[in-house]
């Protein structure tokens, strides 16, 4: 029995996606190619469990193997963050956004005050966007990025704290090119007395791999998915300082979720396994010596980058020189086989389903063994493909041919 014989056509439309993903260059910033071995536990028996409440707490029976699991996946994150002893793990969100909200739930109350960056320069839905649950239920003041520089005005923000007095400052973003001085961030909510909370949802692979500094010692909750540059499943980690840990723990559970997805946890513990060996670091580095050299080739071609580069594994291309809008580039390259998302640019005049900017970034195609050489040669494609939209189906062949030399992992 398998797929196949069973649900043709679930099986077939698999089988098309594996196709596509294969075929094409994956630029869009917060994916990534997620190992066998990961997949394997995520598409486990585990997912025949029910286990609500934390390892020896249970409400149901038969989790003995469950809760050695659970303690597994939570001592791995410790490892391979290298978290302070005086700090708590939770791996049971479901994704992003519902950790995001935990913490707001656990540490808040309606209507407090959270200062963190708008959506356009780069922040994220569940950072107090109006339409999310996040902005209907507290009250969000945003920073953004300064319109000199691209980057983080630390003084701007200091400024801004200080009138509005949050009640927690979260330092996070989806797009945001630059290193971010952590330490800046704690010096600003010791200040105001805020508490400091870090989404780096972004950056924890570069984070685990030694690639961009550690927010560890400077905040008091750090959330994260899994499935970025970690190359793990679509699931989240809360970590947070001890004292806040019981708030936290009742926040997820029973708070806002039911029962915990244990085949997500064990694929979490693998990539935490995965995400602390030495070939990680190594792939880390590559990511960001890939987008420095992409946002260079592209800037070459005449292309605008925010902040002018990049530190991390992203960039975000400002297409306002160039006559196409971002949800029309990115149509544009995925009919050549590139595939990136379209992203506002910080001010954006445009609205945010056709903003004047394209994210690319380099964590996919890293994994894939791809090196500087071939980032020059995407950017070429780029640019061409931007000026004569004509070539695009010609670029698409010679995309399909190029990717065979690159095997993406777990394909
Ligand atoms: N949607 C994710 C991203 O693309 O950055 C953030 O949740």
């Not at 598409?43 to 020896?56: C, D, F, Q, W």
Request: one cysteine or more.
């Amino acid at each position: 029995m398998s797929l196949k014989s069973q649900d043709k056509e679930i099986y077939d439309l698999i089988q098309r996606e594996r196709k596509r993903q294969a075929e094409t260059i994956n630029l869009i910033a917060s994916e990534n190619f997620a190992s066998r071995e990961v997949m394997e536990a995520l598409g486990s028996i585990l997912t025949n469990k029910y286990a609500e409440n934390y390892p020896r707490k249970r409400y149901y029976g038969g989790c003995e193997v469950i809760d050695e699991l659970e303690e597994l996946a939570k001592e791995r994150v410790r490892k391979t963050f290298g978290l302070p002893l005086d700090w708590h793990v939770n791996v049971q969100p479901y994704s992003g956004s519902p950790a995001n909200l935990e913490v707001y739930n656990a540490l808040l109350e309606p209507g407090d005050t959270i200062m963190s960056m708008d959506l356009a320069s780069g922040g994220h839905l569940t950072h107090g966007s109006p339409v999310n649950f996040s902005g209907k239920n507290y009250k969000f003041v945003h920073y953004g990025v300064s319109e000199k520089t691209g980057r983080l005005d630390y003084m701007e923000i200091l400024k801004l704290a200080d009138k509005i007095n949050p009640k927690l400052i979260l330092c996070g973003y989806t797009a945001y090119s630059r290193e971010v001085d952590f330490k800046k961030f704690r010096e600003i909510a010791d200040k105001v007395k805020a508490i400091a909370m870090a989404d780096i949802s972004h950056i924890a692979g570069l984070i685990a791999g030694a690639a961009h500094l550690s927010p560890f010692p400077f905040f008091d909750v750090v959330t994260t998915t899994v499935h970025k540059t970690l190359r793990g499943p679509r699931a989240a980690i809360i970590m947070c300082k001890d004292k806040y840990a019981t708030a936290i723990d009742k926040s997820v559970f029973p708070g806002m979720q039911g029962g915990p997805h244990e085949n997500a946890i064990a694929a979490i513990a693998v990539t935490m396994k995965e995400a602390s060996t030495s070939s990680f670091r190594k792939y880390a580095e590559q990511v960001v010596k890939n987008a420095k050299i992409l946002a260079q080739s592209l800037q070459d071609f005449g292309f605008k980058i925010i902040s002018d580069g990049t530190d991390n594994h992203l960039m975000i291309v400002d297409l306002t020189n160039k006559n196409i809008s971002g949800l029309e580039a990115r149509k544009l390259l995925e009919s050549a086989g590139i595939v990136s998302s379209q992203s506002p640019i910080p001010k954006d005049p445009r609205k945010p389903w056709d903003p004047s900017g394209v994210r690319l970034g380099t964590p996919a195609v890293t994994s894939r063994g791809m090196k500087e050489k071939e980032m020059s040669k995407i950017a070429a494609w780029i640019a061409a493909v931007i000026t004569d939209p004509s070539i695009a189906a010609k670029v698409k062949q010679e995309v399909k041919r190029f990717t065979k030399n690159f095997k993406a992992p777990g394909l």
